[in-house]
């Protein structure tokens, strides 16, 4: 928990409230408990000791420090596999994204779906996830790739069969364009088998470019392909 710091002996500093850690405070060490933030509130000092001074803005900087070292984006990830023990590969997924990428907070069953593309190929099983994280999007997908090359993935052409595929559907409300990385992912709400687990955790996310919650865009999604929850024993 949180409690007040100690104020200074009348005389030298007006009292003055910060919220600071149990234990002895350390900008490089310390991390705040998952989901809060902590605000600087303002304050006034008057006072002609500068040391008194120097340490309240030492203290207040060190902690807007952690604070924002501590930030977490939500990004929302796709798993894919149709290769080889597709469970076993999106299980090492999550193990490998939970290690390297940030907490998983939400994740859907597991759906297998019909390839798209080329439908000569195995079925998929795709799960989609929450993924708490302090990487900025294009670290984000240098990472995810670095776990599917971990994983066996070997890129020979569009829509081929593949033990791991991760895509970013979401990152926050942030909309990217560039050679490399597009966010949102662009054929997000016309494919079910990414909406369908997307409605599953987050159906009223809404969509940062077209403005509608993942629940609208499955009603008008036109993708014919099936989608059935995967029933593991």
Known sequence: GLRPAPTFKEGHCTPVTFYTT???????????????????????????????????????SCLTFAVIMDHKNETYLLLGSNLGDRLHYLQEARKLITEKIGEISL?????????????????????????????????LMHSLLHIEQQLGRSRSGKWEPRSID??????????????????????????????????????ELVHPLLGKTIEELFD???????????ETE
């Open 166 to 203: 991760i895509d970013i559907l979401f990152y926050g409300n942030t909309i990217l364009n560039t050679p490399d990385l597009v966010i949102p992912h662009p054929e997000l709400h016309r494919r079910n088998f990414a909406l369908i687990p997307m409605l599953e955790i987050a159906p």
């Open 107 to 139: 994740a859907s069953g597991l759906y297998e779906t019909e390839p798209w593309g080329i439908s000569e190929q195995p079925p998929y099983l795709n799960q989609a996830l929450q993924v708490r994280t302090s990487l900025p999007p294009a670290d």
């Open 22 to 60: 149990p234990a002895p405070f350390s900008a490089s060490t310390y991390r705040p408990n998952r989901g809060q933030f902590y605000e600087k509130k303002h304050c006034q000092i008057k006072s002609r000791d500068k040391n008194c001074k120097q340490v309240v803005k030492l203290f207040a």
């Open 220 to 230: 008008e999604s036109q993708d014919p392909l099936d989608v059935m929850l995967f």
